[in-house]
């Protein structure tokens, strides 16, 4: 299973570091980090990556990789 809890403002300052015009967002976690990736209109990629010891986790719990795409306009 996977289990991630943090804060919503660490989530928000994440996604207000991302690239807005980027069509999708990825999230990915692994065994040792957190990890949201967008890649913008030029193709240039912005990434924020928490690992799992960081101070914006309440609980981290990963056994196994796994990615999710999400979009982001409408």
Do not use: I
Not at 59 to 66: A, I
């Amino acid at each position: 299973p996977t289990r991630l809890t943090l804060a919503s403002d660490s989530l928000h300052d994440a996604f207000a570091e991302l690239d807005h015009s980027a069509a999708y967002v990825t999230l990915a976690v692994d065994a040792r980090c957190f990890r949201l990736t967008t890649v913008g209109s030029s193709g240039a990629t912005a990434q924020v990556e928490y690992s799992k010891e960081s101070a914006v986790f309440d609980s981290f719990e990963s056994t196994s990789p796994q990615q999710f795409h999400y979009r982001l306009q409408g």
